[in-house]
């Protein structure tokens, strides 16, 4: 069992920043797929950036160039930093980790269904 932590949320102006940190047990980042998903009560949990084995990084649309997804220098956190938040970031933000194999051409990439283990989550509220 694999158990993933998220910290770093809190209340922000709009154009603030976030640092947003996932530390797993057991585990080493480059042996899991992992990414970084959010959701607002009543919408559906959405894909925000994610890290893959083979070292492919995807980010959905509306957080391109605001939002970075890194590995930690120790190999079990990844951090996800948020810039020039909007108030429509306004969320409930979680870490994800699925143990995905080279050998599979089916990529989890940013489908929140398809990664197996998940924090609890960090609320993160952008003010504007």
């Known amino acids: 069992q694999v158990q993933l932590q998220e910290s770093g949320g809190g209340s922000v102006q709009a154009g603030g920043s976030l640092r947003l940190p996932c530390v797993a047990s057991?585990?080493?980042?480059?042996?899991?797929?992992m990414g970084w998903f959010r959701q607002v009560p009543g919408t559906d949990r959405e894909g925000v950036a994610t890290i893959d084995t083979n070292g492919d990084i995807k980010y959905v649309d509306f957080v391109m160039g605001r939002f970075t997804v890194s590995p930690g220098n120790a190999k079990n956190t990844l951090f996800l930093q948020m810039d020039s938040l909007k108030p429509e970031d306004t969320a409930m933000y979680y870490c994800?980790?699925?143990?995905?194999?080279?050998?599979?051409?089916?990529?989890?990439?940013?489908?929140?269904?398809?990664?197996?283990?998940w924090g609890k989550g960090t609320q993160v509220t952008v003010s504007s």
């Open positions: 057991k585990y080493e980042y480059d042996n899991y797929c």
């Open positions: 994800a980790a699925d143990p995905c194999s080279l050998l599979n051409p089916r990529r989890p990439g940013l489908l929140p269904g398809r990664y197996e283990y």
